[in-house]
């Protein structure tokens, strides 16, 4: 019983910043924890980041942890992907996801998914 919507994607050239937020409606959105996951063409979908209900616990892809940093906002049912030293390897379609349990690294976890924002990063 949650919709998400991500927005915040774009054009940026190497080594700049995006933030991506994903608003979240329906009940009980701070008891969910939230994940990042990103789909580049030609590529499975792979885990980004993930952020537990009460924001205690937070976890990174290798790939990206120093340079991505996620947060949330209960008050305003938001969660966000502040993107930092972007390469063009990071090109992808980015989605949000809130699941209940499971492993936080699996798409199979998350019971509900936002649209994808696109996410380019021109050399």
């Known amino acids: 019983q949650v919709q998400l919507g991500e927005s915040g994607g774009g054009l940026v050239q190497a080594g700049g910043s995006l933030r991506l937020s994903c608003a979240a409606s329906?009940?009980?959105?701070?008891?969910?924890?939230m994940g990042w996951f990103r789909q580049a063409p030609g590529k499975e979908r792979e885990f980004v980041a993930a952020?537990?209900?009460?924001?205690?616990?937070?976890y990174y892809a290798d790939s990206v942890k120093g340079r991505f940093t996620i947060s949330r906002d209960n008050a305003k049912n938001t969660v966000f992907l502040q993107m930092n030293r972007l390469a063009p390897e990071d090109t992808a379609i980015y989605y949000c996801?809130?699941?209940?349990?499971?492993?936080?690294?699996?798409?199979?976890?998350?019971?509900?998914w936002g649209q994808g924002t696109e996410v380019t990063v021109s050399s």
């Open positions: 996801a809130a699941k209940y349990g499971g492993d936080y690294r699996l798409s199979s976890s998350y019971s509900y």
């Open positions: 329906g009940r009980s959105f701070s008891s969910y924890n």
């Open positions: 952020i537990t209900w009460g924001g205690a616990g937070i």
